[in-house]
């Protein structure tokens, strides 16, 4: 079974090619060729910000931080942030277990502080974009009781560990519930959503979507909760965010991601899938596209590919090669897909390296960070922000590590933009280079050419070494460089000056959700996948 899937997908993958030549619509996302930078606008701990409970960071929330940075974002040529989850989720929580949508104020901050975060950012052409969880949703009472949106027992998939968790004492709680016994034990199963959706198009387990044991898992087939889920992303784009991270979508099926781009046409849209499936994330990705089929108009995913490899090759360059093609999902051109046009690379997100308890311990399984304070994570940054794909550069790396790391950063960025390197730029392994154990490569962008050498010194390799010429140094930092040649050869200051600076963009008016209407031919899709 598992290889007659992979045939019908990749016959399909065949068809989207021919496809793509002809196909040049409205995109809702970005297309191919996404010239943008992301920062990751918080860490794990983010949330603890200017609550009483947690001292030692401070008196102000975590949108004051941001709202205050703005203009800094901006100076170092960002151009999308990705900020937490937007929903009330509790007095203090990271967001992950939204409990009502439609409450835009949060741990981050209160709804004013949301929006003058949002405002400022826009002001400043950073382009703000929102973390979306919508696998699954926390009670505001109990296990079940979902208010603002209110939502019943249908709304949660039928399999739900809601419905079996079962005990005999439940009196110890007013609500008929316990942490470990929940009031919808037992609720018959027509008065429950859906069971949670095959995959089969682009998973080949043979089972169902991620259901999630720490919260209620989400029916997406219910025509209300769709409904809910747009009124809330039109609500967040009405506050001022621009584009959407869905967390955890391997937890239901990447239509429903087409169906909610479609109706509220974010300019960004990246997806949280299985870290170590590199194959399924290109199918998720294939079968979010609004329009059937069409890359062009897909989410992306993020690229734990590339992650993974920088992270278990720190200093062993050979593997950087990949197959010849480079790494990651970057690399992959599985049916003679771009797929890097989609990858949205990282080296470490809220989820990775260092992270604590809210006292202050660190969690089982990040007692250490994944790249420490030095070479290792120069290296990385000069991989990622050098190579295709839509690199994220984590905040505290950027304003919390150290100036120089910060300096190193803005460098990568500059020579980035300088040489108009984008998610689709073509890469030229240099095999002078890994003859001798180090990385190189040239990196074709829509102004001129970067070079990055990664190890190594310039005795080892530079980029007249391959024959090059009328290039610059633009970035260095320990054993890695990065050169940048454009028409005319400008001094790095003149042509940073030329590039074009962002225009401030627009502030929506804010739209309560209570006002957005959505329009039944808003819910779903007509083609091939409904
Ligand atoms: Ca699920």
Not at 343 to 371: L, M
């Amino acid at each position: 079974m598992m290889k007659r899937y992979y045939r019908m997908f990749s016959a399909a993958m065949v068809l989207c090619l021919s496809l793509l030549c002809i196909t040049g619509t409205a995109l809702a996302q970005a297309g191919f060729e996404d010239d943008r930078v992301m920062l990751q606008g918080f860490y794990w701990e983010s949330y603890r910000h200017g609550h009483e409970r947690f001292p030692k960071y401070g008196q102000k929330k975590w949108y004051e931080i941001v709202h205050d940075q703005a203009g800094n974002i901006r100076d170092a040529r960002f151009d999308l942030i990705w900020l937490p989850p937007p929903s009330f989720a509790g007095e203090t929580s990271a967001g992950y277990n939204p409990k009502e949508y439609f409450n835009l104020g949060n741990s981050y901050g209160d709804h004013n502080q949301h929006r003058a975060m949002l405002e400022a950012l826009l002001n400043n052409g950073v382009e703000p974009i929102a973390d979306i969880v919508i696998n699954h949703r926390d009670g505001s009472a109990g296990w079940t009781g979902f208010k603002n949106p209110d939502w019943g027992l249908w709304a949660i998939t039928r399999g739900d560990e809601a419905f079996s968790a079962c005990c005999s004492d439940k009196q110890l709680n007013p609500g008929g519930y316990t942490a470990s016994c929940s009031e919808a034990c037992g609720t018959p199963e027509g008065q429950r959503g859906q069971e949670e959706e095959s995959p089969r198009d682009y998973a080949w387990h043979g089972g169902t979507t991620y259901a999630y044991d720490s919260f209620r898992d989400i029916d997406h087939t219910n025509p209300q909760v769709r409904r809910d889920i747009i009124r809330y992303l039109l609500q967040l784009k009405s506050l001022g965010y621009r584009g959407w991270r869905y967390d955890m979508v391997q937890g239901f099926h990447a239509r429903w991601i087409a169906v909610y781009n479609k109706a509220t046409h974010p300019t960004f849209s990246v997806g949280e899938y299985d870290w170590n499936k590199q194959g399924e994330q290109r199918g998720w990705a294939f079968n979010t596209a609004t329009q059937k089929d069409d890359l062009r108009t897909a989410s992306n995913v993020f690229d734990f590919s590339t992650y993974f490899l920088l992270k278990d090759n720190k200093g062993k360059y050979l593997p950087w090669y990949g197959f010849g093609n480079g790494v990651g999902l970057v690399g992959d051109s599985t049916d003679g897909i771009p797929w890097k046009n989609r990858a949205v690379t990282f080296i470490k997100n809220h989820d990775t390296g260092y992270r604590t308890h809210e006292d202050g311990s660190p969690q089982k399984g990040h007692e250490d960070e994944d790249f420490h304070d030095n070479w290792e994570v120069e290296q990385a940054y000069a991989q990622i922000l050098t190579h295709p794909g839509v690199p994220t550069v984590f905040w505290k790396h950027f304003f919390d590590w150290n100036g120089s790391l910060r300096e190193k950063i803005k460098a990568l960025i500059l020579a980035r933009k300088v040489a108009g390197v984008h998610a689709g730029s073509v890469l030229h392994l240099q095999s002078n280079a890994n003859a001798k154990g180090i990385y190189a490569a040239r990196v074709d962008g829509r102004h001129g050419a970067l070079y990055v050498r990664i190890g190594g010194t310039d005795a080892d390799w530079q980029p007249s070494d391959s024959s090059y010429a009328n290039y610059r140094e633009y970035a260095a930092g320990d054993h890695w460089k990065v050169w940048v040649a454009i028409a005319g050869n400008p001094e790095v200051a003149a042509a940073a000056k030329a590039l074009q600076t962002k225009p401030a963009l627009p502030v929506p008016d804010y739209r309560p959700h209570e006002t957005i209407q959505v329009e039944d031919a808003s819910l779903r899709i007509e083609d091939a996948r409904f």
